[in-house]
Structure formats: C-alpha cells, structure tokens
C-alpha cells in the first residue's frame, strides 16, 4: 500500500553541523506533511508543517524543503545541538484520507559533542 | 508542553483483560486522534473523532473502541488484550475547522504492557 518512508535508519552529526534528514513519500495526494520529534519516552513533538502547495517554509534553526516532482520531503536543522538528538519522523495527510496521519519509520538523529 | 494529557502514564495488564486509556485534548481543539506505536516503529493510526463522532479508522479490529466526550476529553477502550497490544498509545488533538485538517499535537502516551 501507500507509505512514508525514511532513507537512512540513524544519523550522526558533530555539534555545530547542519543535519539533513529525508523521507520519500509514494502517494501524490498527499497534501499535508509534518515532521515530529520524538523523545525517548515522549509524545512525538510538533516540529515544522507544509503544504503541497508550497515548496519551502523555515522554522527556527529548521527548514523543511518539499520536491513533489520526484515525491521527496527534507527536514534541515541548523547548528545540530544535543538537545536535537531524537527519533525524527515525517508524517502525511492524504487529502479525503479522512485527516489520519501516515508516519515512517523514523530516523534516529544522533549528536557528536 | 502541548496541553494535551494522558492518563495513566504506565498500565499492566494481563491477556484477556479490558483496558480503558484516557486523553485530555488542548483547549480550543475539537478533534481527538488515537495511535498506537510499537517499539521501534512509527505510530499507527487507530481511529480519530469528531464532535464526538467517529471521522476515520485504521486497520484495527472492533475490540478497539473509542469515545469522544462533550468537552472534547476521549477513551480509548481495548477489549480481550492480547500480547501484541503492548505498545505506547498515544492520542493527539487537533483543529478541524472548514473541512480543513490541522497539526495534530501529541500527548505523552501510555505505556500499556499486556503479559
């Protein structure tokens, strides 16, 4: 079926390094997405949306970029800090998909001090 | 902090048993969401309702069950446990407003163990 899902299982960044983590996404109607961080034994955390009508929005010290030629989702995070290390998740919404969010399997962001 | 609250933190149980988990939604949001995460994996999704009404469900078998209250606080109902429900449920309320969804704000979770 239709699903969200991460290329690289974890990451690991120097502290001061910028992070990039991606995710590919298989279904085009997908018109929302959203990435999450989530702490051991947290809630995952609201982090940055978009909508497939934009290609970029920025956040604080994170950006996420949106490729829907080639069904591609990027979280970028700037200045990687200790406190980024996470499992960070990218979720969708399909439009009519009755507004359930589908996640990946996550990626594990580890920081280097 | 979301505003979005779960109780209990932590449940055991035994198979067969009945499980009631309850959510606190944010202040202001109308939309309750449930998701069950298995170590490891990503969350997946249960059921979500809407001015206490079922809007959407996932793959999941009947003896999963939910309720929305007027004040917008859910449960979420597990009957006949089984070992694989052992997993973090999480609930996540959200803004359904002119059709239109909104970001779901997650709560802690309850860690239910079934042995």
């Known amino acids: 079926g239709e699903s969200v899902g991460l290329h690289l299982p974890t990451l690991s960044v120097q502290e001061g390094d910028n992070s990039i983590i991606n995710c590919a996404y298989s279904?085009?109607?997908?018109?929302?997405f959203i990435w999450y961080k989530q702490e051991s034994g947290k809630g995952p955390q609201f982090i940055i949306d978009i909508r497939s009508n934009m290609d970029k929005r920025q956040g604080q010290r994170v950006t996420v970029l949106l490729n829907k030629t080639v069904k591609h989702l990027s979280l970028q995070i700037a200045a990687t800090q200790p406190g980024d290390s996470a499992v960070y998740f990218c979720?969708?919404?399909?439009?009519?998909?009755?507004?359930?969010?589908?996640f990946g399997t996550g990626t594990q962001l580890k920081v280097e001090l | 902090e979301t505003g979005v609250t779960q109780s209990p933190t932590h449940l055991i149980k035994t198979r067969g048993q009945q499980v009631t988990l309850r959510c606190s939604s944010q202040s202001g949001h109308n939309t309750v969401s449930w998701y069950q995460q298995a170590l490891g994996q990503g969350p997946q999704f249960i059921f979500q309702y809407y001015r206490e009404e079922e809007n959407g469900r996932g793959n999941f078998p009947p003896r999963f069950s939910g309720l929305q209250f007027p004040n917008y606080s859910s449960e979420l109902n597990v009957n006949a446990l089984e070992l694989d429900d052992s997993a973090l449920y999480l609930c996540?309320?959200?803004?359904?407003?002119?059709?239109?969804?909104?970001?779901?704000?997650f709560g802690p979770g309850t860690r239910l163990t079934v042995l």
């Open positions: 979720a969708e919404i399909l439009t009519g998909g009755g507004n359930k969010l589908t």
């Open positions: 279904n085009s109607a997908s018109d929302y």
């Open positions: 996540a309320s959200s803004l359904i407003a002119g059709g239109q969804s909104d970001t779901q704000y």
